[in-house]
């Protein structure tokens, strides 16, 4: 049975559920509720999560462990001597999952039938062209014995999604009748419905926590993989960065740590003192009618694409920063350069420093204002002299992490400022940061298990620090100096 079908039909026993537990409350009393503990919507209430959440529950439980059965069942059936030069297990169950899933295309699309399966296990050839057909590209160098653990893989996962699908099913029943029949005019409906619903509140807001710890322990597992194979202490001092995916590779940090503070830094040049500036102009000088125009517009910047910004900087920005500064000044002949990633990034960021800047200092009582202008300031001096040093926390805390997310950039800087892992004070040369060297190194066909894929996620858990730690750093500002006005 398809999940999104199971899916439906335990909703369906659900709100059947609702509509007889309801029922069933009105009955016991005669229709009249006022002999009831509980309003009689909360008796049905409780027949529906009985009858939704164990299910649901029994079935994210199994469909996250069903994979890890399914290929410690199949993974014996592979021939290690079969398994192609270059290739690990892993690579190996990867394709045994993506060959198992063509053919439950090919037999749901009618180009195999479901009996021509057995017969075709010795007809590679066959097979190959029936899953070319669905999409589903398969090598030469892949076996027969990778071809029969996907059919397994096949015929296990469907036998499994059986016994699951009815085992929910029951389940669903089972909870829902159990909870029907307790319902009496005494049984406090309500209380039970409250507390089914703070727990899943519960489980719904501790999704992130949990996020962010399967993040964190993905990350330090493979970097942990890929010190066991290459030294710490290069890794953080070398100064070059030359993966060779054959052996001798050097993969230091230095020169893509240095773009991406180099990047940055232009970018923190651009936008702070540009949203900064705006977000005090908007807060005290402009007009009601000039604010409620001019805000909308500055943060339209936020919502366009990155990629758009990439564009702007490849097509527009580069080839004029190159024209009229890099070769008439003999720095440089490239249109990628920490320059044009660094502008269009800052530009990108106003928004950042300027809302977020906007609301500290909208939030200064009104009557720290009225004071200074009791004492004679002009408003220039009072902006400068009253209302900057109370916002100062707050507008730090923007500017730490406007700079975190300029750190994360990929896109501007991949079109902007090319792909060069160097050291250089040159801002007019080609440069290249963490994140854009991440997503070269996961992609392509070096086998996972190399060190030249592994640093990836060191590369990563680095970033992760950094970024960690300025959010770290900007909390700790805006908490320790913040200031509280009645």
């Known amino acids: 049975m398809a999940i999104w ?85 892993s690579l190996v169950m990867s394709d045994v999952r993506r060959i198992s899933s063509g053919l439950d295309t090919a037999v749901d699309r009618g180009v195999l039938r479901e009996g021509d399966l057995d017969g075709m296990r010795n007809d590679l050839d066959t097979l190959r062209a029936r899953l070319g057909d669905v999409g589903v590209a398969v090598g030469s160098d892949i076996k027969q014995s990778v071809f029969l653990a996907a059919q397994e893989y096949r015929s296990i996962g469907a036998t499994l999604r059986g016994v699951m699908s009815g085992v929910v099913l029951l389940l669903s029943i089972a909870a829902a009748a159990w909870a029907f029949l307790r319902l009496t005019p005494e049984f406090r409906a309500r209380n039970v419905t409250e507390a089914a619903i703070k727990v899943l509140l519960i489980l719904a807001s501790s999704v992130a926590v949990m996020t962010t710890i399967g993040i964190v322990m993905s990350l330090i597992f493979e970097t942990s993989n890929f010190f066991k194979m290459y030294p710490l202490s290069e890794f953080l001092f070398s100064t070059t960065w030359n993966p060779q995916f054959r052996g001798g590779s050097d993969l230091g940090i230095l020169p893509l740590l240095w773009g991406t503070l180099y990047v940055s830094f232009v970018a923190l040049l651009v936008a702070v003192p540009v949203g900064l500036f705006s977000a005090i102009y908007l807060a005290e000088y402009a007009t009601k009618r000039v604010r409620t125009f001019a805000k909308p517009v500055i943060e339209i910047l936020a919502g366009i694409p990155t990629i758009v910004y990439g564009l702007f900087a490849l097509i527009t920005v580069g080839p004029l920063l190159r024209d009229y500064f890099a070769q008439p000044l003999g720095l440089g002949a490239s249109s990628s350069s920490v320059m044009t990633a660094g502008l269009v990034m800052g530009i990108m960021l106003i928004p950042f420093v300027s809302s977020l800047s906007d609301d500290i200092i909208n939030a200064v009582p009104q009557s720290m204002r009225d004071g200074s202008y009791g004492l004679g300031a002009t408003q220039s001096e009072t902006v400068r002299q009253v209302i900057i040093p109370a916002a100062l926390p707050g507008i730090i805390g923007a500017i730490l992490l406007a700079a975190s997310r300029a750190i994360g950039e990929t896109m501007i800087v991949v079109l902007g ?57 900007a909390l700790w500002i805006v908490r320790r100096y913040r200031e509280q006005y009645e």
């Open 5 to 89: 079908l199971l899916v439906l039909i335990v909703l369906a026993m659900g709100f059947a559920g609702f509509v007889l537990g309801r029922k069933r409350a009105l009955n016991a009393v005669g229709g009249n509720i006022r002999n009831l503990h509980s309003l009689p919507s909360y008796y049905g209430q409780t027949v529906f999560i009985f009858a939704i959440v164990p299910a649901f529950l029994l079935m994210i439980c199994w469909l996250i462990l069903e994979p890890f059965y399914i290929e410690s069942r199949v993974s014996g059936m592979i021939d290690p001597t079969e398994i192609a030069d270059g290739s690990s297990t």
């Open 417 to 473: 400022a090319g792909a060069a892992a160097k050291l250089s004070l040159n801002p007019f040369e080609a440069m290249t940061t963490i994140t854009v060297k991440i997503v070269s190194q996961l992609t392509g066909d070096t086998e996972f298990a190399s060190p030249e894929t592994l640093v990836a996620f060191a590369l990563g858990l680095s970033l992760f620090v950094v970024t960690l730690g300025l959010n770290v750093l």
